[in-house]
């Protein structure tokens, strides 16, 4: 496998063209469908009744007052709810049970306790308003580290009488501690990876529509997995899953935050079964960013041991997870904490050990794969940040610590001490371009000026490796589906075709990328293949779109796909060539008898041939494809950060950043540019805005946008991008996924060049977000010092 | 969320004048502001209604207010806990007396807990806005306390 350039458009028929994206006509043009576009007849609606306080006992719920407002027509509370046995249902990997509204007491400020159903959506609004619900506040819990005391309990409900999830870890401790305390350096810090929040742009809703004359319950969501959301249906309330149809229309935006189950779906579900009405519930901006599952939350120990000239010996990183009010995190149901174990990143660490414990506090639950694989971007900030401090306790420049201990090229396939075996990669090529392409030299030296003026210039390096494509069935499942994931393709007898996938997209572009696959695969036009997702009566059964998991997954069922439909073309190719089967072939993208190059025949005819002249074959021209991933891919990447920070205001300028992804095999440049400018912005926000904080009291401080902030144009860097490809080699076409790099990697570059800025300054590490104020104190904190 | 405040007033009356008026229920209600309605229990008990409006929690709070005299006439208590609009509000304020013969030196502190939406929705302009609340309720005993003495 040779390290190139992003492979070039030229020779290939779709692949790696930078084709405009088929979706974006109707988007443009304001003709996307969401769900809040959805309006069905005699349609009622809900609205949700919300805890003002974090822990405290429910002494009252009095609904009177509601229930005389014109329009409004019921006030549904857990008791209810308890009537159907739906009053908790099962988490995400189902080692917990979660109250849908609040049971007894409430957990969390701003949990569901109660819902209002009327004939319009304002009288809902004002039904809420008039629900009346008595408390008794009690202490809350707000860290994980009281919560470890087990002084205040957040669950009674549990059989075991502590606030601790759950103990995991992964790799040889005794070894470990062994290697880092015989190192000639040595680092230990805390590191916390803020609490944040996806924040799609649109918020959850669905309609509910239970058909009394059918017996099916028409689900419209918003759904990032609409396939597992119509099963855990089933599963909890009992309704065959013929009798259930979930259908996702268009999404704005997802990134984990429309994967898990919440209030508002099971109490429009319930409320259409009672009543026969469809039932629409949306969400406001602040219950989304109060109530859905958050993602991060996790304090990180990051201890590396290392030889004098830089060579690093061992890694441990302890963690502290914050999980909220119940264990929901979204990760594969044997890996609670999803894939952590990659905090060795791109080092060949000769021996690792992490180890993670998960406790309950009195906030929203969550912990989602937030435009990242489980848990990957925690992991990856980990080590980023720990390399960077090794760098300074060497007194090394931070590129050549991490050239000095990148595992090799001829490594590969790469065992890694925490368990995976990582796929591909030629770091070294990779940062070596990154630090050409940024003048790396020249920054240094531009820095040396700067700092003898006493201005504060930092440049930070990120040079992270993701574990995505969840996964191989062996390991990875939700409550026992296996996590592969499918694809089906139907060619029509005029060469044009519909294309359907397991998966979802809430803006990646499938309907073009999954397109240009299918299209490379078999020679056809692109804009010609319609494809469609989310509707669980037509779309091949799947495990949906998060978690970096759709092209090396979905994209590779694709391929599949289309090789079985190629496959059966190349048998009615024979008959319409009236040619042995083994003398033909597949050659620049058409059917050709060997040595004859003037015989061919296209696609295209043989389409038509399919159902006009199919000979002794099977008529028609489709397949279907269940792809069960040999392994996980990685995708990796090389990001630098220029930074200027005032010391008078502590206001940092990000002045360059620089992108190199390695994602294998590119589908479509110009989607894979927009992901990382996506991407990247969301990295910036988390570095620098953004964090969904509670006081000692457990209010939480960011329910809105005006708290919880989102970057425009204005504030965001200007991003300069390019890549290598190194291919995955076990995937049909080597794609490694994207989508969720540049969050994953950039976080650790924008901190990695602040805290490089103030090095002068003595100050090693401050959390993120870091804010002008924050930085500031710092900076005010050690030059008093 | 916690919040501190502390402050100074020098009052233009002799510390038996203002020991005397902030004794008196009645007229450290009518020192506060946005004061809707006080409704005088007993002699160390009241209690009020008040006009908030912080960021978008807006209505009214009501609230039980209790005086706790110090035995040494030297300083005041004043623990006030309510609220309302999904909130809640515990505040703990204290008023140390210096005697200065013509005058009398009045040092406050206040600590309060906020819960709820006021806290959630309001918090980054709470403390602006509770500081202003207790400032002008110290400022108003000082104005009404010299001008009942005149």
Redesign the interface.
């Known amino acids: 496998m040779s390290t190139t350039e992003a492979p070039p458009a030229n020779g290939r028929h779709s692949m790696g063209q930078p084709m405009k994206r088929k979706e974006d006509a109707r988007f443009i043009a304001g003709k996307g469908r969401y769900i809040d576009d959805i309006v069905l007849p005699n349609m009622l609606y809900l609205a949700i009744v919300h805890s003002d306080y974090p822990h405290a006992k429910i002494t009252k719920i009095d609904k009177d007052a509601a229930l005389k407002i014109p329009g409004v027509l019921a006030v549904i509370t857990a008791d209810d709810l308890a009537g159907v046995g739906l009053a908790w249902i099962p988490t995400f990997h189902g080692y917990d049970k979660q109250m849908v509204l609040a049971v007894g007491k409430v957990l969390y400020q701003y949990q569901e306790v109660a819902a209002v159903v009327a004939t319009s959506r304002a009288a809902a609004a004002d039904g809420v308003e008039a629900v009346v619900v008595e408390y008794e506040q009690l202490t809350p819990v707000v860290d994980p580290f009281t919560a470890k005391t087990d002084k205040t309990l957040v669950r009674e409900d549990r059989e075991n009488k502590t606030n601790h999830i759950y103990h995991w870890e992964v790799g040889k401790r005794a070894e470990t501690d062994a290697a880092i305390a015989a190192s000639d350096v040595k680092i230990n810090e805390r590191v916390y990876f803020q609490r944040c929040h996806p924040a799609p742009l649109e918020p959850c809703g669905c309609v509910a529509d239970m058909n009394p004359a059918t017996g099916t319950l028409t689900l419209y969501m918003t759904s990032q997995a609409p396939h597992a959301h119509r099963t855990v249906v089933s599963l909890v309330t009992g309704i065959p899953e013929d009798k259930i149809h979930v259908i996702s229309p268009d999404i704005g935006g997802g990134f984990g935050n429309k994967v898990p189950v919440y209030a508002g779906y099971v109490c429009s579900a319930v409320a259409s079964i009672v009543t026969g009405h469809p039932i629409k519930w949306i969400e406001t901006r602040t219950e989304n960013l109060t109530t859905t599952g958050f993602a991060r939350d996790y304090t990180m120990d990051v201890e590396i041991g290392a030889t004098k000239d830089g060579k690093v010996t061992a890694l441990k990183v302890t963690t502290h997870a914050d999980h909220g009010a119940f264990d929901a995190a979204a990760d594969p149901t044997k890996y609670p904490a999803g894939m952590f174990g990659i905090c060795t990143g791109s080092y060949d660490f000769p021996v690792a050990f992490t180890e993670l414990d998960a406790y309950f506090t009195n906030k929203a639950p969550g912990g989602v794969a937030y435009r990242c694989s489980f848990r990957v971007t925690e992991a990856s900030y980990a080590i980023e940040r720990g390399m960077d401090l090794l760098a300074n306790a060497l007194g090394m420049d931070p590129a050549d610590v991490r050239m000095k201990n990148f595992v090799r090229k001829d490594q590969f396939p790469y065992p890694s001490p925490l368990g995976f075996v990582y796929d591909s990669g030629d770091y070294h090529t990779t940062l070596q371009k990154a630090l050409d392409k940024v003048g790396y030299k020249e920054l240094r030296k531009e820095q040396a000026e700067k700092r003898a003026r006493g201005e504060l210039m930092g440049i930070g390096i990120s040079t992270f490796t993701e574990v995505v494509g969840a996964g191989p069935s062996k390991h990875f499942d939700i409550m026992g589906i296996k996590m592969f994931d499918s694809a089906e393709i139907r060619i029509h007898p005029t060469g044009s075709g519909i294309v359907r996938a397991g998966t979802k997209s809430q803006g990646q572009g499938h309907e073009t990328t999954w397109a240009q696959i299918v299209a490379e695969e078999l020679g056809l036009d692109p804009q010609n293949l319609l494809v469609e997702e989310g509707d669980t009566d037509t779309a091949p059964y799947g495990l949906g779109t998060y978690a970096s998991r759709s092209t090396p997954v979905a994209g590779a069922a694709l391929a599949m796909a289309a090789r079985r439909v190629r496959e059966k073309a190349r048998n009615i190719a024979a008959h319409v060539m009236e040619a042995p089967l083994d003398d033909v072939e597949w050659v620049d993208y058409k059917f050709q008898v060997k040595g004859v190059p003037s015989k061919t025949v296209t696609m295209k005819e043989i389409a038509f041939a399919a159902y006009t002249n199919p000979g002794p074959n099977e008529p028609g021209l489709e397949a279907t494809y269940y792809y069960d991933p040999p392994n996980l891919t990685f995708p990796y990447g090389a990001y630098i950060a220029v930074v200027d920070v005032d010391k008078d205001t502590g206001e940092t300028k990000v002045r360059r950043f620089l992108a190199i992804d390695d994602c294998g095999t590119v589908i479509n440049p110009m989607i894979v540019e927009g992901q990382i400018h996506g991407g990247l912005t969301e990295g910036f926000a988390i570095a620098f805005m953004q964090e969904i904080a509670y006081d000692a009291e457990g209010n939480n401080l960011q329910p809105n946008f005006t708290e919880y902030l989102i970057p425009t144009s204005l504030e965001s860097p200007h991003w300069e991008t390019d890549s290598t490809c190194n291919p995955s080699p076990h995937h049909p076409i080597g794609a490694k996924g994207v989508g969720e790099s540049p969050n994953v990697g950039s976080p650790a570059a924008f901190v990695n060049a602040v805290m490089d800025a103030l090095s002068p300054l003595g100050i090693k590490n401050i959390d993120m977000p870091l804010t002008r104020s924050k930085v500031w104190s710092a900076i005010q904190e050690a030059t008093k010092a | ?2 919040l501190e405040w502390h402050g100074h007033e020098e009052v233009g009356t002799s510390k038996a004048q203002l020991w005397a008026f902030i004794s008196d229920p009645k007229s450290v209600a009518d020192c506060v502001p946005d004061l809707v309605e006080a409704v005088v229990e007993d002699a160390t008990h009241f209690d009020a209604i008040v006009s908030v409006g912080v960021g978008p929690v807006r209505g009214k709070f009501k609230l039980k207010i209790e005086l706790e005299p110090q035995s040494d006439g030297n300083r005041m208590n004043m623990k006030i806990s309510g609220g309302g609009l ?3 509000v515990d505040l703990l304020a204290g008023a140390d007396l210096t005697d200065h013969g013509a005058t009398t030196s009045l040092d406050w502190t206040g600590t309060a ?5 006021i ?3 309001a ?2 302009v709470i403390d602006a806005q509770a500081q202003r609340v207790i400032t002008t309720t110290f400022a108003n005993v000082k104005a009404r306390c010299a001008s009942s003495s005149a």
């Open positions: 969320m916690n999904g909130s809640t807990t906020m819960r709820g939406k806290a959630s929705l918090g980054r």
